[in-house]
């Protein structure tokens, strides 16, 4: 058992990295030496836009020799908003806590508050949209290309958008209505 001095002790200017002790002790010396900490972090949705898009890079392949995807997008003054409203409400949060901000201060007009490169952080859908229009969209209402009557795409790509939670029960339904088109387009013999 330690000693109310060696606690104290290790309690200074929060120098010691060590804690001992254990029990209601121990649980003092973290709360003392290490303190705790809380994080905050907001996803936000990228508004649909004809003008993001990806396409088959024509020079860039990847280690089989497979051509890969080259997207172009760019943020909006509407997501670099939302993200700095994030910020500011995170702030305004743990400040009410009496919490004192170490890190994440850098993020400002700058950076775009804290923005990533789309797809880095988050599980974003969209680049396969589906419409009426082959002009306008290279899916038909069944995730079908227009295209190729015997291509479907039944993943999030069909999406125009996503906030940030998961879509996966969103994808099983369509995949799912697909899957029905398909079958009786099959046996119709249009397939």
């Known amino acids: 058992m330690q000693s109310q001095k060696s606690v104290d002790d290790k309690r200074i200017k929060g120098k010691q990295k060590e804690a001992g002790g254990y029990g209601t002790s121990l649980k003092e010396d973290y709360r003392a030496i290490f303190g705790a900490h809380v994080g905050m972090s907001g996803r936000g949705e990228a508004i649909a836009r004809e003008d993001s898009y990806c396409e088959i890079d024509p020079e860039l392949v990847d280690k089989y020799g497979i051509p890969v995807l080259r997207f172009h997008t760019t943020y909006t003054d509407y997501e670099i908003k939302q993200a700095k409203h994030m910020k500011e409400t995170f702030a305004e949060i743990l400040h009410s806590l009496g919490a004192k901000s170490i890190w994440g201060g850098e993020d400002d007009a700058a950076n775009n508050y804290g923005l990533h490169a789309p797809g880095n952080i988050i599980h974003e859908a969209g680049t396969v949209r589906m419409g009426n229009d082959p002009k306008r969209a290279p899916l038909n209402k069944w995730a079908q ?28 339904a369509l995949s799912m209505r697909a899957s029905e088109h398909i079958v009786d387009e099959l046996k119709k013999n249009n397939l």
């Open 145 to 172: 290309a227009h295209d190729c009557k015997n291509l479907f795409n039944v993943d999030g790509g069909m999406f125009v958008s996503q906030g940030d939670k998961n879509i996966t029960w969103s994808i099983l």
